[in-house]
Structures are given as structure tokens and as C-alpha cells.
């Protein structure tokens, strides 16, 4: 067996990994919730005083870099890699953030699970040795979501109530390979799970079954149980997916309701902002975790913390031609060090 896998898809860190700063960027509707005073820098324009909404979202994870350089005190050439993606075609997002800075730059396509992909892929490079500082970062737009995969926003479409509410956020996390406050114990890599889902205005459904897959996986390889965990995170599963989530667990015997929560769930509040079953996008665990959880960590309040990044990985053109949505999650085990 390789020699810091654990069971069948979980991996530990060679050497200790920290996540030592970060930073979050949020839009109005995001600032307007439960959590948007927790976020580093807001805007109530919507498109971030650029021309689109694409452009917008360029320079939301452009914001969030610069805010973790400032907070970190580290320069764009002190940076080994940065690990970024997004959910418009071909990443640009991500890309044209980081174009003409040097940066050394992989480019990551995970759907919502985006930002949980970047952290177990930055804490296999540090812990491996390959390189001291990195950068996870990912990012999403309402506007730019809904004009990709759904319908024009003049178009005034009818919401269904299964449907999320994208996010307009981008989270950064700076991974270093040290001993630190936060650290990443583990993680455990996601299979792409399809049950046959195709209504795409009901993707927390069709992600459940991959995050069922992955977190049962993640207690397998690690002989862990709900009860060594004080929250189990996922990234974006809204409140129709949170309960089929609880479902699949009580299905096996297995209670994990009271330690579960969802970035969607807790990023808007649903009743007054009329985002039907929460949140969703890049963006959404991206922020949550890149304010309320890692502060939460390092104040102590939480020890032990799963966070399961959920993605949705259709297309345009799968949804188009009445295809499936498989799925997939990735779980990260984050820890305050004792």
C-alpha cells in the first residue's frame, strides 16, 4: 500500500500541513445573510465595477488573493502554486485572475466541489514535500452561473422550489507545509456517483448519493464514527440534499443528523431571501469555510471539522440531451491542533 494511504481512498499528509490564512468576497445577496459580516471585502455591485459578469467574477478571486497576500504578508513570488477553478467554460474565471502574474497555476474542474478538490490537492503537494506555499481559491457568480446553464436572466424564468441560489463569492486558503493552528489530518477522494437524476433544478439530490459515498468512505478508512466529528460539512447540498443525505445514513443505521450541516443552508437565510433550498455554486462552501468555519477553528469553538465539497458535473450540452448529473464529493478532515 502507498505509504500514507489509508483504506481505500483517504490519504494523511506525509508532513503536517496547516491552512494558515485566508480570506473570502462576497456580493450583495451574500453580504445581506446570516454570515456577511464575517466576509474580508463585499461589494453591492453586482458586477464588481467591471463590464460583465464573467469579468466580475475574475476579479472577485482577484480580491480574495490580494487579501490573503495582505493578511499573510507574503508576495505573488513567494507563492509554489496556486490550484484554482470556477464553472464557467474552460475556467477563465481562474485563468485570466492569474494571467501575466508569474504564479504557477493548475487549473481545476470539480462543479461545487471545486474548493474541497484544491485542498486535498494542495495538502498532497505540501505534505509530499513539493512545495511550502499554496494557494486553494475558487469562485462563482449568480449571474454567470444562470446565463451558462440556465436561462437569461431577462428571460424570467420561473424557479422551481427544489432550485439553489448560486453564490456570488470567492474563497482563498493559504496551505503551508509546517505544523500550524488549523491543520489537514486527511482527506479522501471522491468517485463520480450517478443514481440517474436528470432534473437539473434539483442538483442537491443528485449530489447526495456522492457525498454519502465519500463520508461513509471517510468513517471506513479512518475507523471513525459521526460522533468523533464536531461538524460534518457539506459544500453545497441545500435543504432537499441535506435530508436525502440523512436519509442514505439512517437507511444503513447510521444517525448523522445532529453533527450535519450544509454551506448552502447556512450562507443565506432561506425564507427571507427567497432562495428556495439554499445556496450553491464554487462559491458557496468557498466563503463559508473561508469565514465562519476556519475562524470557528481557530478560536477554538470547533476541533474537528469534515468538509465535504459537493459537485454537480453536468453541462450545458448534457442537460440539453436529458443526460444524468453525476456526482462527486471530496472530503477534508480539518483539525485544531492539540
Given amino acids: 500500500m502507498a505509504q500514507n494511504k489509508i483504506g481505500k481512498r483517504t490519504f494523511r499528509p506525509g508532513e503536517p500541513v496547516c491552512i494558515s490564512h ?69 475556467c477563465i474565471g481562474s485563468s485570466f485572475t492569474l494571467r501575466n502574474t508569474g504564479i504557477p497555476h493548475i487549473g481545476l474542474y470539480g462543479a461545487c466541489s471545486t474548493m474541497a478538490e484544491s485542498l486535498l490537492l494542495a495538502a498532497m503537494t505540501a505534505g509530499g514535500g513539493y512545495a511550502d506555499h499554496i494557494v486553494a481559491m475558487t469562485s462563482s457568480h449568480f449571474a454567470s452561473s444562470e446565463r451558462q446553464y440556465r436561462f437569461p436572466l431577462g428571460y424570467g424564468g420561473q424557479r422551481t422550489p427544489t432550485a439553489q441560489w448560486t453564490v456570488t463569492g470567492s474563497g482563498a486558503a493559504l496551505i503551508q507545509r509546517r505544523t500550524g493552528k488549523i491543520e489537514i489530518t486527511s482527506a479522501t477522494l471522491g468517485t463520480v456517483t450517478d443514481l440517474g437524476i436528470t432534473d437539473a433544478a434539483n442538483m442537491g439530490c443528485a449530489m447526495a448519493p456522492a457525498a454519502f459515498d465519500t463520508i461513509r468512505t471517510h468513517f471506513d478508512d479512518t475507523h471513525t464514527a459521526p460522533e468523533d466529528f464536531d461538524l460534518i460539512v457539506t459544500g453545497d447540498l441545500g435543504s432537499l440534499g441535506k435530508e436525502a443525505l440523512i436519509y442514505l445514513f439512517r437507511r444503513e443505521g447510521i444517525c448523522i443528523g445532529g453533527k450535519l450541516t450544509d454551506c448552502g443552508t447556512l450562507v443565506f437565510d432561506a425564507p427571507k431571501q427567497d432562495v428556495h433550498a439554499g445556496g450553491s455554486g464554487c462559491g458557496c462552501s468557498a466563503i463559508v469555510l473561508c469565514s465562519e468555519l476556519l475562524s470557528k477553528l481557530q478560536s477554538g469553538k470547533l476541533k474537528k471539522i469534515l468538509f465535504c465539497g459537493t459537485g454537480a458535473l453536468l453541462s450545458p450540452t448534457s442537460t440539453q440531451q436529458k443526460l444524468p448529473i453525476p456526482g462527486i464529493c471530496h472530503g477534508v478532515c480539518i483539525e485544531t491542533r492539540r
Fill in 22 to 90: 485566508w480570506a473570502s468576497v462576497a456580493g450583495k445577496k451574500e453580504l445581506e445573510g446570516p454570515l456577511g459580516h464575517q466576509f474580508d471585502r463585499t461589494s453591492t455591485d453586482t458586477k464588481f465595477g467591471e463590464k460583465t459578469w464573467e469579468q466580475a467574477e475574475k476579479r472577485m478571486q482577484q480580491l480574495a488573493l490580494q487579501t490573503l497576500l495582505e493578511k499573510s504578508q507574503l508576495k505573488e513570488t513567494d507563492l509554489d502554486v496556486v490550484y484554482s477553478g470556477d464553472l464557467l467554460n474552460q
